[in-house]
């Protein structure tokens, strides 16, 4: 039988591989979508910062100090509320938590997780769909639709729904 310390060094070692493999790709899609610099107009000056707060968030998230790691994450949303990456980033965080204890938690602690997750893509479907009416080329405002669009399946799989 598996020491209770094993079990959580796999925990945390699953949810810190999968976390890093996602926040690795969302940030270079985002900013590397064609390997060139974002046009200036497209570029949120302050990206910079939020990527710095994402970061602290990730950090937290790693230590296991989910607490934290929320009440980071939620100043990403309040600070830059019209940056689909801030509600992306976020809603992946519920989704990890939700991935990671769902057996744990019990239906009512399920079911508040799924409606962060849903209310967060949402926002990003919204805000994605914002970029494209101004731009239909916007390559970043594609990428979050499918981003959040992909979330929101991610977690219908991980529920074990798979016919939705």
Partial sequence: MIKTENKLNLLFYKAFLS?????????????????????????????????????????AFYRMDFKRSEELFDETVKTWPDDPLAYLIKGGFYLEQFRSHYKDNTEKENNKIKENIFNLNGK??????????????????????????????????VNHQFLK
């Fill in 19 to 59: 976390l890093s493999i996602s926040l690795i790709t969302i940030l270079l899609l985002c900013a590397n979508a064609k390997a060139e610099p974002a046009p200036v107009q497209k570029w949120n000056p302050d990206r910079e910062l939020l990527l710095e707060k994402i970061q602290h968030a990730m950090d």
């Fill in 124 to 157: 990003v479907i919204e805000l994605a769909g914002k970029m494209i009416e101004k731009d239909e080329n916007d390559e970043e405002g594609y990428f979050f639709l499918g981003a959040a669009n992909g979330n929101n399946g991610r977690f219908y799989i």
